[in-house]
């Protein structure tokens, strides 16, 4: 009899355990933790190395006591951290930058998402596939492809796309970062125009501070600036999209259009951003912990996608995104040429 009451509570709390979040969440916190710690110690991409870490995890994907949560880290999760982006960038920052650059990088960012829809619907894929590697590649890599991902309908193959998209762009980001410099000095581009082509081209925001300051300092402060404002374009390029795609599952379903609540807060804190009232220290405190949330939401997806699954793929994804990625480069260096 005791041995049946035994078992009974240790079935019950492996049941009350499926219904937490806990287990899920601390999983993703750990493969986060170990992608952070190779990223400060050998310089590997953090994102990329959460995604791979959480691969190696996927067994645990089947297991019921850590399904909750890991489905919690990889959208709610991922909606907070991409709410706090808002952050990053003011509008002074914007404005800053005067009329011709930012002009220059609204084409360059608006032209490559356009060519990513045309190109994905000539290659056979639709056109949530083209707006999600072309955004990423557009605006800034891998956070945008969350923060895209999170306005997209949710399947097994949204998922796989986004696990992919955040492996190539991070993948040619690193591998831009260590050729897009030799790329402008082959070119003879002075330092100011360097600086806009790195700013303007390179996907994820660390690759970008590393190439420019591996040319000069000065070249450093402005790709990063331009690269900023590359950022500033998600808040509308997500807004649009989020009100077409909302517009269409209305349009089929007879609810009304509504704005994810992770977008109106990015939107919030973008505008309190730009007021000046947030004093430094909350401000880098918020931007590290955006940073530190979409780290473990990758992580999460990571753990809920199977390398295998990756793997099928195939060659025609992996040529989107790389034609994607040499459209904005000649895009921004024709823009250089041509304002000389």
């Known amino acids: 009899m005791a041995n049946i009451l035994s078992n009974n509570a240790h079935i019950e709390q492996l049941a009350n355990l499926k219904n937490t979040y806990a287990p899920g969440v601390l999983i993703s916190v750990l493969v986060g933790l170990a992608a952070l710690y190779l990223s400060n110690n050998y310089g590997a991409p953090a994102m990329l ?6 691969m190696a995890f996927n067994f645990l994907s089947v297991e019921p006591v850590y399904a909750k949560g890991l489905e919690f880290t990889a959208k709610t999760v991922l909606r907070i951290g991409v709410a706090l982006l808002g952050v990053r960038i003011t509008l002074g920052d914007i404005t800053a930058l005067g009329v011709t650059p930012i002009i220059t990088v609204c084409a360059a960012v608006g032209s490559t998402i356009a060519f990513g829809l045309f190109l994905a619907k000539r290659m056979g894929f639709n056109s949530h596939f083209g707006l999600l590697t072309g955004g990423s590649v557009a605006i800034c890599g891998a956070s945008a492809a969350m923060a895209i991902s999170a306005i997209l309908p949710q399947s097994e193959e949204s998922k796989r796309n986004t696990l992919f998209t955040v492996i190539a762009v991070t993948t040619l980001s690193t591998i831009a970062m260590v050729l897009y410099p030799l790329i402008a000095l082959a070119l003879e581009l002075n330092t100011t125009e360097i600086g806009f082509f790195l700013g303007g ?19 450093g402060n402005l790709s990063t600036f331009v690269k900023l404002l590359r950022v500033a374009t998600l808040v509308p390029v997500v807004l649009i999209a989020s009100f077409f795609l909302m517009k269409h599952n209305a349009s089929h379903q007879g609810n009304k259009v509504q704005l994810p609540f992770f977008l109106v807060g990015f939107v919030l804190i973008f505008i309190v951003n730009s007021t000046g009232v947030i004093p430094a220290a909350p401000l880098e405190l918020l931007n590290a912990l955006s940073s530190k949330l979409l780290l473990i939401a990758v992580a999460a997806l990571g753990v809920r996608t199977s390398l295998k699954d990756v793997l099928t793929v195939g060659i025609k994804p992996i040529l989107l995104v790389v034609m994607e990625t040499l459209f904005i480069a000649a895009v921004i260096l024709l823009c250089i040429f041509f304002t000389r």
């Open 49 to 54: 190395m959460a995604l791979l870490l959480g």
């Open 201 to 219: 081209t390179i996907h994820d925001v660390a690759q970008v501070v590393g190439a420019g300051y591996s040319v000069s300092e000065e070249a």
